[in-house]
């Protein structure tokens, strides 16, 4: 059987890039070699791009960035090549591309940009496509299409900038306190802050406007988090729901990556029926937002049982310990039966 070429695109000009490598090392290493040729793209911090050459260890180290392992590199935006041009002792070197898996977290490689380019260059994306995945970093824009499908969602309200506090005080107080103040755009819980009393609001501000230029002003809504695996088109697998047990606080990005007063339940703690509905809901959700391949949806569950949606994540954690694939694994699949199904799904649409 004649292997593919499969690119994996992992570091990124994001605030996510750590957690990229992370995700990026388990990947290529979960990939059946039999099935495929990796070649490993990389992005560094700059957003400078280069085909990485060395032991994939040393991606999840960052120690990938050495001139011996890395030369430079980049997608050709042209459908009729199909791939990627390296520059080897200043001669280009042309490799086709028979897929693409952007491991990629955040602005600059889950919001659409690089799922673009791989389009554009005519390179069927792993996952998420260009709309699916800008419109499931812009939260506020996801929120307002999940509410026309159905299901509902926390109150907020945006704000483009810090200037008028006292509108913003009043609106705030509208929704009650504690409130949530994020970044419309980011990931992994970056700039977010918990707001209990309106002297709050001012930092707040600050600091989610240091992740974006557009801040969303949401409602806390009581009970806990929930969330849902989901892998395929048309007809999706999902995986069992979670649930995040939170001691205080909320998940920010400390607690997601190293936590300390939260814990993860796998199944989440629930009822068989209302575990059905989660599932059912993650699923409408998923459509809503033309989804593919595979993504986290995350709601919360309410003490009366109900539904809120929160975001989507088109590219979550992707190791064997994180969420996606502990979700997956409770529905009977290995991370490397994931890793291959979202590959085939790309491959053969």
């Known amino acids: 059987m004649t292997r593919l070429t499969l690119a994996v695109i992992f570091g990124g000009h994001s605030s996510e890039y750590g957690i990229s490598l992370q995700s990026a090392g388990a990947v290529i290493r979960a990939i059946d070699k039999n099935k495929y040729d990796v070649v490993m793209l990389g992005i560094d911090p700059s957003g400078a791009w280069f085909r990485f050459i060395g032991d994939v ?67 069927p994306v792993v996952g998420c496509k260009t709309l699916s995945s800008a419109l499931c970093m812009d939260k506020d824009k996801a929120h307002k299409l999940v509410c026309l499908a159905g299901v509902r969602v926390p109150r907020s309200f945006v704000l483009e900038n810090e200037t008028d506090a006292e509108l913003t005080l009043t609106r705030a107080e509208s929704l009650g306190y504690p409130l949530f103040v994020k970044p419309v755009k980011a990931g992994s819980s970056f700039g977010i802050t918990k707001v209990t009393h309106p002297k709050e609001l001012p930092a707040a501000f600050k600091l989610a406007f240091q992740h974006d230029n557009k801040v969303l002003v949401e409602e806390s809504i009581p009970g806990f988090e929930v969330g849902c695996a989901v892998l395929g088109n048309d007809n999706p697998v999902v995986g069992e729901p979670d649930e995040i047990e939170l001691a205080g606080g909320f998940s920010d990005h400390r607690e997601k990556y190293a936590p300390e007063t939260s814990a993860t339940h796998v199944p989440a703690r629930i009822s068989t029926e209302k575990a059905e509905e989660i599932k059912q809901t ?20 309410t003490p009366s049982g109900e539904i809120v949606f929160n975001e989507v994540n088109t590219i979550p954690g992707f190791t064997a310990h994180s969420r996606y694939s502990g979700m997956m694994r409770a529905a009977g699949m290995t991370f490397e039966q994931i890793v291959s199904a979202a590959i085939d799904l790309a491959v053969s649409a």
Not at 81 to 87: F, T, V
Not at 282 to 301: E, Q
């Open 57 to 123: 260890n040393r991606i999840a180290a960052d120690a990938w960035r050495e001139d011996a392992y890395c030369k430079k590199a980049f997608i050709i935006p042209d459908r009729e090549r199909h791939g990627m041009l390296e520059i080897d002792d200043n001669i280009p070197l042309f490799t086709r591309i028979d897929a693409a898996f952007p491991v990629l977290h955040g602005k600059n490689g889950e919001d659409g940009t690089i799922q673009g380019l791989l389009e554009l260059a005519g390179i």
């Open 282 to 301: 993650a699923v409408i959700i998923y459509k809503a937002l033309d989804c593919s391949g595979f993504a986290r949806v995350d709601m919360f569950l």
